[in-house]
């Protein structure tokens, strides 16, 4: 009998995705991979489906052409992604495309109960009341995968009854203690060059504004229930402890492990085993000092925002994503300074109306809406 766990991973190609296939690789004998997605990089999708014998494919951006021999089965399109989690037996959906573009496929797959692998944050920021009522009724299990939310549920173990406070540790990404100037007029080049993280060029850049950190909150209420005035930051530049756990009664609660996603991809993997890895990650006595320091606010004003939005309705939470990832993409392009990255998102909130909203069709045309004016609204920064 084939005991082996099925997966599908979508965004493989990607930094999450590459590093969830690395640990799979290290324990093949529990894990198949049955499908993938990437949205435009056929090469690297090409170098895992032969690695890992893989047999589906899906490949999201349908401008492009894919040669027919890529792989058994082929899906085009976003609507693939659908297609692959309908007629694909399989375990565990490991979600780490960026954006929301996998909202609709992610419900879909709870919706029949599987095991998700989470680790694309904006999903829960525009719709984490949907996503985490609906694994509750069907008795999904949803495994964070993002480090921070990764440490806090493998110190809750799924009980969230005693939680006092979260702490969500941040690195500050490159600027945290520089002055306001530097961090206004940073280059892309400077900024895509973290100081303790590999990542995907979108949350490298909310790194350094810290709307990555804004995200986290969002994505944190929704996880483990915790109102966001009972989440904390602080900024930990050596990246160590990777998030805390404050109980009702003054305990704490730290997860520890190197600056690497594989120990949370791990921990997601065998949950709610672990396995035996034989590898002494940390060495305690070369640690140093483990220091934590307050978040200035008014430097990064994303992340001020953000706090403010996690008090809000759902249309604040969509537009601060949205606005977000349009200002991201135009810095990227060169067209906007990092400084107008929280103006574009402030001016783009301001415009929205407060509301919550109860079907998919309306928060994917409210994050539409919120794009088209953050686009708009980003034109005086040109
Ligand atoms: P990358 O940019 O490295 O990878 C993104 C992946 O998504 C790639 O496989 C890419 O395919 C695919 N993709 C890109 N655009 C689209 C699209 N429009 N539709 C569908 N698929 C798309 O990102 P990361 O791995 O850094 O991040 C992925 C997610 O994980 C994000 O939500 C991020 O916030 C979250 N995350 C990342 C962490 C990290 O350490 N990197 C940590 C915690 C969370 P292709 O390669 O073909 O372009
Ligand atoms: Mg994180």
Not at 45 to 63: D, L, M, Q, W, Y
Not at 230 to 255: K, M, N, W, Y
Not at 320 to 347: G, H
């Amino acid at each position: 009998m084939n005991t082996k766990k099925r997966i599908i991973i979508f965004g493989a190609t990607g930094s999450v995705g590459t590093t969830v296939l690395e640990e799979i690789a290290c324990f093949r004998e529990h894990f198949e991979v049955v499908g993938v997605s990437c949205h435009s990089n056929i090469e690297c999708a090409e170098g895992i489906i032969k690695n890992f014998s893989i047999g589906a494919v899906a490949v999201t951006n349908s401008r492009i052409s894919v040669p027919k021999n890529l792989c058994g089965k082929i899906f085009r399109g976003i609507d693939g992604l659908t297609a692959m989690v309908e007629s694909l037996e399989f375990d565990i959906l490991v979600v780490a495309m960026t954006g929301i573009d996998g909202l609709r496929v992610v419900l879909r797959a709870i919706d029949r109960g599987k095991t998700i692998i989470l680790a694309s944050k904006e999903i829960l920021v525009v719709a984490g009341e949907m996503v985490m009522n609906l694994a509750k009724n069907k008795g999904a299990t949803i495994l964070p995968l993002d480090s921070e939310h990764n440490a806090i549920f493998q110190c809750t173990r799924g009980d969230n009854r005693f939680i006092g406070r979260l702490w969500l540790t941040a690195s500050g990404g490159r600027f945290w203690n520089q002055d306001r100037q530097t961090i206004e007029n940073a280059t892309v080049t400077e900024v895509l060059r973290h100081p303790k993280w590999s990542m995907g060029k979108k949350i490298t850049v909310d790194s350094s504004t810290m709307a990555n950190k804004g995200l986290e909150i969002i994505e944190a209420m929704h996880l483990f229930g915790v109102e966001p005035t009972r989440i904390e930051v602080a900024i930990h530049p050596a990246c160590t402890v990777h998030s805390l756990v404050e109980f009702c009664d003054g305990s704490f609660l730290a997860q520890l492990s190197p600056v690497s996603m594989k120990y949370a991809a791990r921990y997601c993997l065998f949950y709610p085993k672990r396995v035996d890895a034989r590898e002494q990650s940390l060495d305690l006595f070369h640690l140093g000092d483990l220091q934590f320091f307050r978040p200035d606010l008014e430097k990064f004003s994303c992340l001020k925002l953000a706090m403010e939005v996690a008090q809000g309705k759902q249309s604040q939470r969509i537009a601060y994503n949205a606005a977000n990832e349009v200002a991201v993409e135009l810095f990227l392009e060169e067209k906007i300074a990092l400084k107008a990255i929280p103006e574009i998102i402030r001016d783009t909130l301001t415009k929205m109306e407060d509301k919550n909203y109860t079907t998919l069709e309306e928060i994917l045309a409210v994050n539409q809406m919120a794009r088209s004016r953050a686009g708009q609204l980003a034109k005086r920064f040109f």
